[in-house]
């Protein structure tokens, strides 16, 4: 049996400035907001796109890889106009370079959609983003934990977005 090797490709440095970097919390510019169920209060969240940015930026475009670990379609039901609703869940895991990683699950749904592959494409795309959001933010406030935190959500609904340069 060969000793297991040492994965170490970032230097000390380098992992505490991406600690520095992972315990920031979101800024308001990254923060978007939705209803809740039901008429709820509202939800904060980050945009996938936003969130994969970030995740570039502090581990470096080709310090991490995501995974489709399992893709189930929890259900689909189709009405007498054809119309389509579909259910998917997801399970991603975000594997750094170092090979530190975590898995999380999530869901996507197309309701009342024209044609089954449409309702698919959608569904499932939508849930490997969510999952792909709830795993990255196991690794830190800046990739969207933050966004758990009700007195961190209520405060930065308040804060001005800064002008784009």
Not at 3 to 32: F, N
Not at 85 to 94: E, G, P, T
Not at 119 to 127: P, Q, R, V
Request: with cysteine.
């Amino acid at each position: 049996m060969q000793p297991q090797q040492s994965i170490t490709p970032w230097s000390e440095e380098r992992l505490a400035q991406m600690q520095v970097r992972l315990s920031r919390k979101l800024g308001p510019e990254y923060v978007s907001q939705r209803p809740g169920p039901g008429g709820g209060p509202k939800l904060s969240y980050i945009e996938g796109w936003k969130v994969i940015n970030l995740a570039n930026e502090v581990f470096g475009f080709s310090g991490w890889s995501s995974s489709i670990v399992s893709l189930v379609t929890d259900f689909i039901d189709v009405n007498e106009q054809g119309r389509c609703s579909i259910s998917v869940s997801a399970q991603v895991r975000i594997t750094l370079r170092d090979g530190a990683f975590h898995e999380d699950i999530g869901s996507g749904q197309a309701e009342n959609v024209r044609g089954k592959a449409s309702a698919l494409d959608k569904a499932k795309k939508e849930a490997v983003t969510d999952a792909t959001k709830r795993a990255l933010r196991s690794f830190g406030n800046v990739l969207g934990n933050c966004l758990y935190d009700k007195s961190f959500t209520a405060n930065v609904s308040k804060m001005k977005v800064p002008p784009v340069s």
